[in-house]
């Protein structure tokens, strides 16, 4: 199945070599012709690929050298690399020691507009639905009757649409969660000449949850879908994640439909994968755990951004870089203080094998400078070697998949939707944060009583089972913990940590963007 998939991404990055262009309001350019590209059926699939492989790879000559999107490095600008910085950096989870421009800012809650990461991520959200937005234009039922395509086809592409509309609300989602007010551009907008105006937050939401209700009757059935494709238990995740953080998104919560769409997440063919690490390593497209993954391959879909940063920067020091599948580490990646207290024990003598693969050999708890790898606890936490220890199939790049939506995510969220009001039982509630305990542990001596399940547990919890997957910021939001309250190391540029405004809940948009489109608006405080 990895290997299908792989090979769909591969034939459509050859087929479609789209030209960079991150205005939603002009068509992607492509180095073949509309007369003569849809003559071969297998091109829709082929031009569906291309809207996955944006999640997966950062241009079309590899790793390097022909990027979608310009104005940053191009292993940099690789879209879920920015997006799990964006998610983590700034929180309690994870510091990186580098100095290149941007990065200490998002260590530390200091950008500003002209940071090169949150205009970066703009850049590729929209190109994501620039992208989408064009499939659908020339899969409409007028322009394939117009081809002469047989209706057996005209049903497989209707499949197809409904997954370039799912990727395009994904995108949407990334956009309204990290900018806010954000320009809504559909397939039905003219091109050319006219400038996009700014929807608001709410807007944006609403059309992103219409969208996925409309779509996911379309979609495969709930576990069908090729690997590294969506289907409708992919629309449920993403709902559901909707739905809780919709009081942050519009000001009215919506913890009923939260608890509603996790239901139908957990009733699906899902279930915990008994090796946790494996989700985490190369043969995780075989966990049964996965609803929704990244396609990585070493051979096949190189990025310097991707699993190839999450798996090299989170090595250095004393850590032996083979025993992870790679060549070498990057020194960079490591735990904030306070992700470390998180557990009770760390390292190889930890209960939890949530914390056991923590590497501590001098490696120090603080963090008195974030330039230093060996200020603060690693996390090997994504690894270049199959469950069993096998290396992956190149040690420059990764054949891990990011894991994008799993199970026990829903679990949490089912969890958390329950204690805020939004219906079904405290008794399942607590059964499955208990199971999820029961995995960490091996046995029933993590498990907790009824009196411990309280929102600050939850927020620990998912701190413990999602550590590093690209939630924390959401969830401190969600929480109200990340400007105005909670403290963590460096928070605020300083070695204790301090608060900061509430504008830093959103990013501010491009300062490019705005020079270019006189309609936006800048988000409050940049």
């Not at 079309?60 to 910085?85: K, T």
């Not at 899969?139 to 997954?163: M, N, Q």
């Not at 939401?205 to 779509?215: C, G």
Request: glycine share 10%.
């Amino acid at each position: 199945m990895k290997k299908l998939t792989r090979t769909m991404l591969v034939a459509g990055c050859a087929l479609l070599a789209a030209v960079a262009c991150t205005d939603p309001t002009v068509a992607p350019k492509s180095t073949v012709s509309g007369a003569n590209i849809f003559s071969d059926p297998g091109s829709y699939r082929a031009f569906l690929a291309k809207v996955y492989s944006g999640l997966a790879i950062s241009g079309q000559s590899g790793p390097a050298g022909n990027p979608d999107i310009s104005g940053i490095d191009e292993g940099f600008g690789q879209y879920f690399r920015m997006l799990w910085e964006l998610n983590e950096l700034p929180t309690d989870e994870a510091a990186l020691a580098w100095g290149d421009y941007g990065v200490s800012d998002l260590n530390t809650q200091t950008w500003g507009s002209s940071n090169p990461f949150t205009s970066a991520m703009y850049g590729r959200i929209y190109f994501q639905v620039g992208m989408a937005n064009e499939f659908l234009r020339q899969t409409t039922d007028a322009v394939l009757a117009s081809r002469g395509t047989t209706a057996a086809l005209t049903a497989t592409i209707k499949t197809y649409r409904a997954e370039a509309r799912f990727l395009r609300a994904l995108s949407y989602w990334h956009g309204l969660d990290l900018y806010g007010a954000i320009p809504l551009v559909k397939e039905t907008d003219a091109l050319g000449n006219t400038l996009p105006s700014q929807s608001s937050r709410a807007d944006v939401y609403n059309y992103v949850v219409s969208e996925l209700n409309a779509l996911r009757a379309d979609l495969p059935a709930v576990g069908t879908a090729e690997y590294g494709r969506v289907d409708q238990g992919s629309a449920a995740m993403l709902l559901a994640k909707l739905y809780l953080n919709a009081g942050v998104y519009t000001g009215t919560a919506n913890y009923a439909g939260a608890v509603t769409e996790a239901a139908k997440v957990i009733a699906g063919p899902y279930h915990l994968d008994n090796n946790y690490l494996r989700m985490f390593s190369t043969d995780n497209n075989t966990s049964p755990e996965m609803i929704f993954a990244v396609p990585q391959d070493g051979q096949n879909i190189q990025t310097w951004g991707g699993m190839t940063f999450l798996v090299h920067a989170s090595v250095g020091g004393d850590m032996d870089a083979s025993k992870y599948g790679i060549n070498g580490g990057w020194w960079g990646l490591r735990l904030k203080p306070e992700a470390a207290a998180f557990f009770p024990v760390i390292g190889a003598a930890s209960p939890d094998v949530r914390s056991k693969y923590f590497f501590t050999q001098n490696q120090s708890v603080s963090m008195g400078s974030l330039g230093n790898f060996q200020n603060g606890i690693a996390a090997p936490k994504f690894r270049n070697v199959s469950s069993t220890g096998v290396p992956g199939s190149d040690q420059n790049f990764a054949d891990t998949d990011y894991p994008m939506f799993r199970l026990a995510d829903a679990y949490l969220m089912y969890a958390e939707g329950v204690l805020r009001g939004g219906g079904g039982t405290r008794a399942q509630a607590l059964a499955y944060v208990n199971a999820l305990r029961d995995r960490a542990y091996g046995n029933a001596t993590g498990e907790i009583a009824d009196a411990a399940l309280t929102l600050d547990f939850l927020l620990a919890e998912r701190g413990r089972e999602l550590l590093w997957e690209g939630t924390r910021r959401i969830d401190l939001i969600r929480y109200g913990k990340f400007s105005t309250t909670g403290v963590w190391a460096w928070k605020g540029n300083t070695l204790a940590g301090k608060t900061t405004e509430s504008f830093h809940d959103l990013y501010p948009l491009p300062a490019s963007e705005l020079l270019t489109n006189p309609k936006l608006k800048q988000n409050t405080g940049y």
